[in-house]
């Protein structure tokens, strides 16, 4: 036994054969976790939420748009009649008063998202500039600038639209007593200053979210590229130009995508401000799709203008991805 052990501990010859045994196998950390399998049912949960939160009632509200769903079925749905492309129809002929009230609410929301989301960024990138480079009660003002973005939104669309009171409020005060930029105090909720109102307030809710996304990628720059922008003659403006915007565009890319997306189908905002009648000056389309299916009770052509969105926002976003795929492509 011993002579077998000493025979077992001796090292053995360069080029020899290992000797005979049972192999030792060596289990590496994780080992157990990579099972086949076990990857999707970890996100079975996630999935199944997924299923019963989105695609369930996706799957419910395209049902719905071709039933002839009103009042009358409320009660028992699987009882409305099948009204077929009916409701598709009536929601896209711009010759009637429905489809020509869709078109305007529809120019309207585009307008509203695209003043937002340019206004978001810009003020984003404005701040972010201006607090990338180290000063004075620097954290003090990036958390003052995140107040609006962490505020719960009824909670802030509330305190505007008291701002907006037309006797009472603190912006005619303002703009009346303060400044003297008018002579009566305008109305702001109702009428052509409905638009405005609005804008500001969604402008408001949305650029702090735009100032931290900004601020995030300008921390991934190196100063290196600014030092180096700097001793080949480059100013401030023309580093801003040549060397932050362009490190910046993947940022830019995605964060302009999310902000339209959520602008477009923001529908808490002109909600809470004008309630379930908006001024026809501020008839966003999220709006408009509430009063045609729980104003009229008219469920199934409130639904096909769901539907229409959804597919109106899958070209918009198909398209800005394959355009903006196209530019990447010609700058590398």
Do not use: C, K
């Not at 419910?60 to 492309?85: C, H, K, N, Y």
């Not at 609410?105 to 340019?118: E, G, K, N, P």
């Not at 080949?232 to 995605?254: C, E, H, K, S």
């Amino acid at each position: 036994m011993a002579d077998r052990a000493a025979t077992a501990q001796r090292p053995s010859a360069p080029g020899a054969p290992p000797p005979r045994g049972r192999p030792r196998t060596r289990r590496r950390a994780g080992a157990g976790w990579r099972r086949p399998g076990l990857a999707y049912l970890l996100l079975l949960p996630a999935l199944v939420l997924e299923l019963l939160v989105h695609l369930v009632p996706m799957a419910v509200g395209v049902w719905m748009s071709f039933r002839e769903l009103t009042q009358f079925f409320i009660r028992d749905w699987a009882a409305a009649p099948d009204a077929g492309l009916r409701n598709y129809r009536v929601a896209l002929d711009v010759d009637s008063a429905i489809g020509a009230s869709l078109l305007r609410s529809l120019w309207i929301t585009v307008a509203y998202a695209v003043l937002v989301v340019a206004g978001s960024w810009l003020l984003g990138f404005v701040a972010a500039l201006l607090l990338q480079r180290p000063m004075r009660n620097r954290g003090l003002l990036r958390t003052l600038f995140l107040v609006p973005y962490a505020l719960p939104a009824y909670a802030a669309v509330i305190a505007w639209s008291f701002m907006f009171q037309r006797d009472t409020g603190m912006i005619n005060h303002l703009l009346v007593e303060n400044l003297h930029l008018a002579d009566d105090r305008p109305f702001w909720l109702i009428g052509d200053r409905s638009f405005v109102a609005v804008v500001a307030v969604s402008l408001w809710r949305h650029w702090p979210f735009a100032f931290l996304i900004i601020m995030a990628g300008m921390q991934n720059i190196a100063t290196e590229m600014y030092e180096a922008a700097a001793i080949d003659g480059a100013g401030p403006a023309q580093q801003i130009r040549r060397v932050t915007l362009p490190m910046l565009r993947p940022v830019n890319l995605v964060l302009v995508l999310v902000l339209f997306l959520w602008t477009f189908n923001d529908f808490s905002t002109p909600f809470v401000l004008f309630g379930p009648a908006a001024p026809d000056e501020a008839d966003l389309i999220s709006i408009h799709i509430y009063q045609s299916s729980f104003v009229t009770w008219n469920f199934g052509l409130g639904s096909a203008m769901s539907v229409l969105l959804l597919l109106f926002l899958l070209v918009v976003t198909v398209g800005y991805l394959l355009l903006t795929a196209g530019g990447r492509r010609r700058a590398l």
